[in-house]
């Protein structure tokens, strides 16, 4: 692909370092991004006991031993396209979170928060504990200067009917958010939940923000920040993914059903 420059609003099929180089610096609002594990994942239809015919293949992953520099080119990348307002959140297993952890203090970003997604299930293990939450960097550019919007989501003295602040709630690092079951759709192997991606982009951006994953897999930050107003670019460098997520933005849908589809609720 012989491109000069990235267009808003649109998707690439393109390994994402490269495709980041086209964009100027400064110009990103936010990062929310969920890269390859690099722990020899098969993304194949039999690992998740679906429909073969609408789940699909083709997870790209990385080598661990290249993992580091892997994870510190693109951090870089992302680095110098962000705004000094902007930040990113950078999902990991714990598998790498060490690699994680050292790219991105080695690239400069500043860390403002450990958060944990506890999702409803995990593997059944025999021999060790079973693992059910997920790790989510939260970092910025400038943390003099980052956006974060507390309110946004609940008024500040708005209360569960515990009488519990419902601000202080939304904001614990530790969210419990279930894993989404597409039953009879088409489908990736991975993806984040909706209202997971939901939260992130209203407490960190604002309408006709620019949103960025350079990992989209089936699309999920590009559909959601979309729904919500937001401008967005991503990279997928899997053809079959790529193609995937195009037709849920280019549909304006959220699920695509062999038949028929739920259309979206844009807003504009």
């Given at each position: 692909m012989?491109l000069k420059q990235i267009e808003?609003?649109?998707?690439?099929?393109?390994?994402?370092?490269k495709?980041m180089t086209?964009?100027?610096d400064?110009?990103i609002?936010?990062?929310?991004t969920d890269p390859?594990?690099?722990i020899?994942?098969?993304?194949?239809?039999?690992?998740?006991?679906r429909?073969?015919?609408?789940?699909?293949?083709?997870y790209n992953e990385?080598?661990p031993?290249?993992y580091?520099?892997?994870t510190?080119?693109?951090?870089s990348?992302?680095f110098r396209?962000?705004?000094?307002s902007g930040?990113?959140?950078?999902f990991?297993?714990?598998?790498?979170?060490k690699?994680?952890?050292m790219?991105?203090d080695?690239v400069?970003?500043?860390?403002?928060?450990h958060?944990i997604?506890?999702y409803?299930?995990?593997v059944?293990t025999?021999k060790?504990?079973?693992?059910?939450h997920y790790h989510?960097?939260?970092?910025c550019k400038?943390?003099?200067?980052?956006?974060?919007?507390p309110y946004t989501r609940?008024?500040?003295?708005?209360?569960?009917t515990?009488?519990?602040?419902?601000?202080?709630?939304?904001k614990?690092d530790?969210w419990?958010?279930?894993?989404?079951?597409?039953?009879?759709d088409?489908?990736?192997p991975t993806?984040?939940p909706?209202?997971?991606i939901k939260?992130?982009?209203e407490y960190?951006?604002?309408?006709?923000?620019?949103?960025?994953d350079?990992?989209l897999g089936?699309?999920?930050?590009?559909v959601i920040?979309k729904?919500l107003g937001?401008?967005?670019?991503?990279y997928?460098?899997?053809?079959e993914?790529?193609?995937?997520?195009k037709?849920r933005l280019?549909?304006?849908?959220?699920?695509?059903?062999?038949k028929?589809?739920?259309k979206?609720k844009m807003k504009?």
């Amino acid at each position: 692909m012989n491109l000069k420059q990235i267009e808003f609003n649109k998707i690439y099929n393109m390994n994402c370092i490269k495709g980041m180089t086209l964009i100027p610096d400064n110009k990103i609002d936010l990062i929310i991004t969920d890269p390859p594990f690099a722990i020899n994942f098969k993304a194949s239809k039999a690992n998740y006991n679906r429909t073969a015919s609408r789940v699909i293949e083709g997870y790209n992953e990385i080598k661990p031993e290249e993992y580091y520099d892997f994870t510190f080119q693109w951090m870089s990348e992302s680095f110098r396209i962000l705004k000094e307002s902007g930040s990113m959140y950078v999902f990991s297993g714990w598998n790498n979170l060490k690699d994680i952890l050292m790219a991105l203090d080695d690239v400069g970003f500043t860390t403002i928060n450990h958060l944990i997604w506890k999702y409803q299930f995990g593997v059944v293990t025999a021999k060790k504990f079973v693992t059910s939450h997920y790790h989510c960097l939260y970092v910025c550019k400038n943390g003099k200067k980052r956006k974060f919007f507390p309110y946004t989501r609940f008024k500040k003295n708005s209360k569960t009917t515990e009488g519990r602040s419902l601000h202080y709630k939304d904001k614990e690092d530790v969210w419990s958010i279930k894993r989404e079951y597409w039953t009879g759709d088409q489908k990736t192997p991975t993806k984040l939940p909706a209202e997971l991606i939901k939260k992130i982009l209203e407490y960190s951006s604002e309408k006709n923000d620019v949103i960025l994953d350079p990992f989209l897999g089936s699309g999920q930050v590009a559909v959601i920040s979309k729904m919500l107003g937001r401008k967005f670019l991503g990279y997928e460098i899997v053809k079959e993914y790529y193609k995937f997520a195009k037709k849920r933005l280019d549909r304006n849908v959220y699920r695509l059903k062999e038949k028929s589809t739920r259309k979206l609720k844009m807003k504009h």
